[in-house]
């Protein structure tokens, strides 16, 4: 189980929950698991999130890997100048 | 000469990597050679001209364009009904903003286009164009935009994280951080409640809008445009024109000047669409006044403050609310603002809200570090105030508060290594720190951060017979960047600097590449010619050891050459590249190496900026008299650029701080749509912009590179309004601290 | 409309050609001459992208009718250079990295050898108002004023 931790966005979408687990190995896993898990964090997931995984950021790599004990942090989608 | 200081904190021994050698592109570009966007031209070409809203905000009820298809020397004319639906939201709006649908929402909107045989008649064309509007009441502010009862651009918009109630304008609400503020703030000894406003800027690039498009009615097309993303435009152009996108090839002139203000499309899908119907190709070029008008200025802002700190410094919490207006369509960074606020700091409770809200203005586009610049203005003048009034050193308070590694970010993450506080240090330590000033000078400071992007990147690297190498990667050179990937190949390699010749390829010769933006490019792209030269490299080995008739394990590559190595390999002089590439067609063919990468992992950045003001008590006018930038840059690949980066950062952020705005009239009309009147920061502006490079390695990359490009806009609106009320005892908190608004402020004292 | 026939000297070469007469020089190099070296930032007179020399004088071309040039002689930014040898400007410009992305360097560099050959010896406030009608948004103008100061002290030597 990989602890997630949501900005409070995202939080208030599913009753002030500001960490959640999720079955995952990979971006892309965790990301499915959670839109099925709660759908209510879906319409944010499909506009778009950036994930930090132990303090570096990525956006859309499905099989970047997650371990048990990594620190994962959903990040509203970032974007440069 | 020295410019700045510099200080290696990495470990690696480099040998052209940290060099400053000549840029390959510098004789083109001194000698009137290069060619930019409106440098181009072809055969039978047409002039493209654009006509655009003069109100508000107007329902478009009619548009008659019968006189000006009649008019001698007209070859089409362009509306929206001319492009078919887009489906994507984002896409859609692009397309509204590039050409007006049902209504014109800001002064300037484009409504029509024209392509005539010349500029006299595409302009006359433009007369008989006949739009008939019905003007809407508008609104250009954030907090009006906000209210109940606002006129209301779009209905149906608005997401679901606002509340229910709130005006239409409003398309969202995001929220970050840890802790509980309130329980943090009863700790303090202070509590500072301030609002803050800052107002629209542009990015200012000298280089307007530019664009030769040429497309047949098979659906192919070739556009030259000065843009920071090729492949952006070609994805984008293809969506709204329902091309393929194989069959459109952009290539990327060279670029004047960007700063995420060309990370969209304007001209270029209007281009290509006057092209197909005229049968001709199509050039377009803006004025500065449409730059100013219709393209993407930034947000402007009004943030509410909170923040508690104990009489010793320690800020016990903080809070922000954050209003971004990003013009007629959602998408104002203000979640960006929110999440980089407080991010240079180490806080138990810390909370941003952040609303982003659509106005009658152009859409913004990104602008160096989008969003975060506004953000540090409010928190970064908030610490000031609080260090000041507990009388400390407010250099000081920051050390002491200041995020490290292993620091629970305000957005969420764990820092890893990052370099704030040795920024800290060395600017409590440079001499500019104990400088004397003199009456009505002032001295601030401030602190910034960025997150730096990777993305898709795609580059290919070529050994060519007589062992010269060619680079071939898909991002256009805005400042520099084809010295920086030379350097690295180079470094890579083995080889001499001067061996090495970066070319930025069209859309047809590479994959996707993710645009010139979130200063990706030194570290992406470097990533990627690192990954291609390591390629090429293991191949050179392989022809060596077939050469040999060794195993290719017992071939290693030092100096530019293959060697043999191991017990095993057997005794035989190094094979250097070029005698390699010589007998490349006896080995096996030509040799290459190429790398595709989503580059992701890029590791964030601080910055601390130090600034000398005098305020002229009479005038209210304020002078930047002594400026020095503190930056964390991973490690500075060419540090001329890394330098040039620094200063142009520092440069614009002064600009923002003093003197640049949008101004809009009672009527919603943009009042200053020039250089004159939209004052950009000149030479005679300015003091020499010192520069100390920082050096603490980026764990995601190869050599430890971090993004520097944006950072440097971050902090110097704070540290320039904090210099201003050490110089003047007032303290302003909207921008710019123009000598008006300066002089009633110290009058009033 | 009938076009004015205009017979003048650019960059050393004889040239004519025939211009509305309102267009401006800025127009006629660009798109009569093919000299697209002088870039228009603003058309207004106000960023010094399109900066050139008439009969010796600084201008901004944007703000001159291409039919006042008749009889005199234009030096523009292609004309800087002497075959393969960089003016000290230029190569300065290069070795300093006093361009990022480019597009105001050929103006700067025609307003800096305006200042040269005015005042060999400038001191950094000199050269920073004398360029105060050149916008540069890249570099902050740290960079170009050291370059201008360092071809200046080596136009020096060299005289
Ligand atoms: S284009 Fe002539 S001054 Fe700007
Ligand atoms: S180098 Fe880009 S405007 Fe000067």
């Known amino acids: ?81 | 000469m020295a410019l700045g200081s510099k200080r290696d904190t990495s470990k690696r021994d480099f040998k052209i990597v940290g060099t400053r050698p000549l840029r390959p592109d510098g004789i083109d570009k001194v000698t009137g050679r290069a060619r930019y966007g409106a440098d181009m031209s072809a055969p039978g070409m047409l002039v493209g001209l654009v006509l655009r809203s003069p109100h508000a905000h107007a329902r478009i009820k009619s548009i008659d364009t019968s006189r000006a298809e009649a008019l001698t020397g007209v070859h089409a004319v362009v509306t929206r009904a001319d492009f078919g639906d887009v489906e994507d939201a984002a896409t859609a709006d692009t397309l509204d903003n590039c050409m007006a649908g049902a209504k014109a929402l800001y002064d300037g909107h484009a409504v029509a286009a024209v392509a005539a045989a010349s500029d006299a008649v595409a302009k006359q064309a433009l007369k008989l164009i006949e739009v008939e509007y019905e003007p809407l009441p508008h609104v250009t502010d954030v907090d009006e935009a906000m209210a109940p009862g606002a006129p209301v651009l779009h209905e149906g918009r608005t997401d679901e994280t606002v509340p229910q109630g709130m005006s239409a304008n409003v398309i969202s609400r995001c929220q970050f951080g840890h802790g509980d503020i309130e329980a943090g703030l009863a700790k303090a000894d202070r509590v500072l409640k301030r609002t803050y406003r800052t107002e629209a800027t542009h990015q200012g690039y000298i280089e307007p809008h530019a664009c030769l498009a040429s497309m047949g009615p098979d659906g192919q097309a070739d556009l030259w445009c000065c843009t920071q993303g090729h492949y952006m435009v070609r994805n984008t152009c293809a969506a709204i024109l329902g091309l393929e996108q194989g069959k459109l090839r952009v290539t990327a002139s060279e670029i004047g000047g960007g700063f995420g203000g060309k990370t969209t499309v304007f001209l270029e899908p209007v281009a290509l669409m006057l092209s197909k119907k005229a049968g001709r190709p199509v050039k377009m070029v803006m004025t500065r006044s449409e730059v100013l008008r219709a393209t993407g200025p930034t947000a402007s802002s009004s943030i509410d403050v909170r923040i508690g700190m104990t009489k010793d410094g320690r800020i016990t919490a903080g809070f922000a609310e954050l209003r971004y207006q990003g013009g007629a369509y959602p998408g104002s960074p203000v979640n960006m603002g929110a999440m980089s606020a407080f991010a240079p700091y180490d806080l138990e409770n810390v909370r941003t809200i952040g609303w982003d809200v659509v106005t009658n203005r152009p859409r913004q586009a990104a602008y160096r570090a989008p969003g975060a610049p506004i953000a540090a203005f409010a928190v970064e003048s908030a610490i000031d105030e609080l260090a000041k009034g507990f009388g400390l050193d407010p250099l000081e308070v920051r050390l002491k508060n200041a995020a490290r590694e292993g620091t629970r970010a305000s957005y969420g993450p764990t820092y890893r290594a990052i370099g704030l506080e040795a920024t800290l240090r060395t600017a409590k330590d440079h001499p500019h720190w104990t400088a004397p000033l003199g009456p009505n000078q002032g001295r601030g400071v401030a602190c910034g951060f960025w997150f730096n992007f990777g993305g898709d990147t795609c580059v290919s690297l070529n050994i060519t017979p007589d062992g010269t190498v060619t680079l071939t990667e898909g991002n256009p050179d805005i400042g520099g960047s084809r010295a920086s990937m030379s350097m690295m190949a180079a470094e890579e390699l083995g080889i001499p600097y001067d061996k090495v010749r970066t070319v930025i390829a069209d859309t047809g010769s590479l994959g996707q590449n993710e645009v010139t933006d979130g200063s990706r490019v030194t570290f992406a792209v470097g990533l990627a010619t690192i990954e291609a030269a390591r390629a090429a490299k293991r191949e050179m080995c392989r022809r060596a050891a077939k050469v040999w008739g060794i195993d290719e394990e017992a071939v290693v590559w030092e100096d530019g050459a293959a060697k043999p190595s191991g017990p095993n390999a057997g005794e035989f002089p190094p094979m250097t590249l070029e005698e390699i590439a010589a007998i490349a067609s006896n080995t096996g063919g030509p040799i290459a190496g190429h790398f595709e990468v989503n580059a992701e992992g890029a590791g964030v950045s601080f910055a601390t900026h130090m600034v000398d003001t005098e305020v002229d008590p009479e005038t209210g006018a304020v002078r930047v008299l002594r400026y020095t930038v503190f930056q964390d840059a991973g490690k500075a690949v060419h540090p001329d650029y890394v330098e040039g980066q620094f200063q142009g950062g520092a440069a614009q952020g002064i600009g923002w701080a003093l003197n640049e705005e949008y101004i809009y009239g009672e009527d919603g009309t943009l009042q200053n749509p020039g250089f004159l009147d939209y004052r950009i920061p000149v030479a005679s502006d300015l003091p020499m912009i010192d520069t100390v490079i920082l050096e603490i390695p980026n764990p995601g990359h190869p050599y430890g590179v971090r993004g520097v490009g944006e950072t440097s806009i971050v902090p110097p609106l704070a540290a320039v309004a904090n210099s201003v009320s050490d110089a003047s005892g007032v303290r302003l908190t909207d921008l710019p601290l123009s000598p008006p608004k300066v002089l009633a402020a110290i009058q009033s004292r | 409309m009938s076009k004015i026939h205009v017979t003048t000297t650019v960059n050393g070469d004889p040239v004519e050609f025939l211009c509305e007469a309102s267009e401006s020089l800025l127009d006629v190099l660009r798109d009569r001459l093919s000299l697209t070296g002088s870039k228009e930032g603003c058309g207004t007179g106000d960023c010094g992208a399109c900066s050139v020399t008439v009969g010796g004088r600084l201008v901004c071309s944007c703000l001159v009718l291409g039919a006042e040039v008749e009889g005199r002689s234009v030096e523009t930014i292609e004309g800087m250079a002497e075959g393969e040898t960089l003016h000290p400007l230029q190569r300065m410009f290069i070795k300093h990295a006093a361009l990022q992305c480019g597009i105001c360097t050929p103006g700067i560099l025609v307003a800096a050898k305006s200042l040269l050959e005015r005042n060999p010896d400038p001191t950094e406030e000199e050269v920073r108002y004398w360029l105060a009608g050149n916008l540069c948004r890249c570099t902050g103008y740290d960079k170009i004023i050291r370059a201008v100061l360092a071809a200046a002290a080596e136009m020096r030597e060299a005289s």
């Open chain 1, 1 to 81: 189980m990989v602890q997630v931790r949501l900005w409070g966005s995202l939080a208030s979408a599913i009753g002030d929950q500001t960490e959640v687990e999720i079955e995952a190995g990979t971006l892309g896993e965790l990301l499915e698991g959670l839109a099925e898990r709660y759908p209510a964090l879906r319409p944010q997931l499909d506009r778009g999130v950036s994930v930090a995984i132990d303090g570096l950021l990525y956006n859309d790599s499905w099989f970047t890997p997650i371990k048990e004990d990594s620190e994962v942090v959903l990040l509203a989608r970032l974007e440069g100048g």
